[in-house]
């Protein structure tokens, strides 16, 4: 049966308010009308918004449905992080440094040294990529060509991070080195490099050095499943059993994760808590350190922007979107919050969520 707009508030409160057990009461009526002002004010099917603190989620709220003729979102319901992934990426390469299994100025060719590399990425820091600094473009690789074939790539995806990052660094930069320049390629890139270091695929490093280390138990790849929030675009529901779901698998840790709000904070504290035990405050630090000159400040999966007086401090920034969900961070180590706003529709659901991550901050 389909749900009235009224009926699916109705409904959906009775999650907010059970996700705000750890706020106060004053703080939690703030988070709601935030999340409801924000709700009222953009077409996306569902939104979901999170206040986590040195010790994880405080406050945790979703409004509206699933999908078409589907049920109310919950406040444990999972989201697609999208981009976001890309500081998950970020920080398990800095893991692995602290493990001792890579270091902070190693280069291309001595971390990928079976790939054939054209000699201007030879001694390019792996820093430079990760800041998207290196020249690195998604045409290059990612062409209209690999997007409309790679689902059906039946090679195990080391396999295909592999190959691409072959074709990647088999030509010299098309971009301008130094420059900022956005681009996907840059973190599947570090992908391939953190599954030769580890011997596994991306996927099972995160699961084993992220997921199981920081307690997440809702942690996936690729869209969340039937039961689930479905992503949407053009206003339609994209079924998750239908073929095109989300970016091609290869495009992991540029941005193919989701989970559980609530699992998310257990990502987002680890930046609240000097790496809380998990990343050395060293290795934090330069994950939250701009790379390179010029605009945008960007670090290990972050932006960081200046003139945010609220954080008191450093603040970092991110959204995340493959065109069918949205999600939007800031972290503020200063005042020890972080801010999460994610939606199930790619268009309409980034103005409710660029809507509701002032509203919460005002809220607190």
Excluded at 268 to 281: I, Q, S
Excluded at 311 to 335: E, F
Aim: include cysteine; proline fraction near 7%; hydrophobic fraction near 45%.
């Amino acid at each position: 049966m389909k749900m009235t707009r009224r009926q699916v508030m109705a409904t959906a409160t009775a999650a907010v308010l059970t996700g705000a057990t750890r706020a106060s009461a004053r703080d939690a009526a703030g988070f709601d009308a935030a999340l409801q002002a924000a709700f009222d004010g953009a077409g996306s099917p569902a939104l979901g918004g999170m206040v986590a603190g040195r010790d994880g989620a405080i406050w945790t709220g979703a409004l509206g449905i699933r999908h078409a003729g589907g049920a109310a979102v919950a406040a444990d319901d999972l989201w697609h992080l999208g981009s976001n992934t890309k500081a998950m990426t970020a920080a398990v390469f800095g893991r692995l440094v602290d493990q001792g299994r890579a270091s902070w100025t190693d280069t291309l060719s001595t971390l990928l040294p079976d790939v054939a590399m054209a000699e201007a990425w030879r001694d390019v820091p792996l820093t430079r990529i990760m800041g998207h600094r290196a020249g690195l473009t998604d045409a290059t690789a990612l062409g209209q060509g690999w997007l409309m074939t790679a689902r059906a790539d039946p090679r195990p995806l080391p396999d295909q991070r592999q190959a691409l990052a072959a074709i990647m660094l088999g030509a010299p930069p098309a971009g301008t080195p130094g420059s900022f320049a956005y681009a996907n390629s840059n973190y599947i890139l570090i992908g391939a490099v953190i599954e030769r270091i580890t011997g596994t695929s991306w996927e099972e490093a995160m699961r084993a050095e992220l997921f199981g280390p920081l307690g997440i138990t809702t942690g996936g790849f690729g869209a969340p499943g039937a039961d689930q929030p479905w992503g949407h675009s053009g206003g339609q529901a994209i079924d998750p059993a239908g073929p095109v779901t989300d970016n091609p698998a290869p495009m992991g840790p540029a941005g193919t994760v989701h989970m559980s709000l609530q699992d998310y904070g257990r990502f987002l504290r680890v930046f609240l808590n000097d790496g809380a035990g998990w990343l050395t405050p060293e290795t934090l630090s330069l994950l939250m350190q701009p790379i390179g000159q010029g605009q945008p400040p960007y670090a290990g999966g972050w932006i960081v922007p200046p003139g945010q007086p609220w954080a008191q401090g450093v603040c970092l920034t991110h959204d995340g979107s493959n065109t069918m969900w949205y999600a939007s961070t800031w972290v503020a180590p200063g005042i020890g919050k972080a801010f999460v706003s994610v939606a199930n529709d790619g268009q309409r659901g980034r103005s409710a969520c660029q809507a509701l991550i002032p509203g919460l901050i005002q809220a607190l």
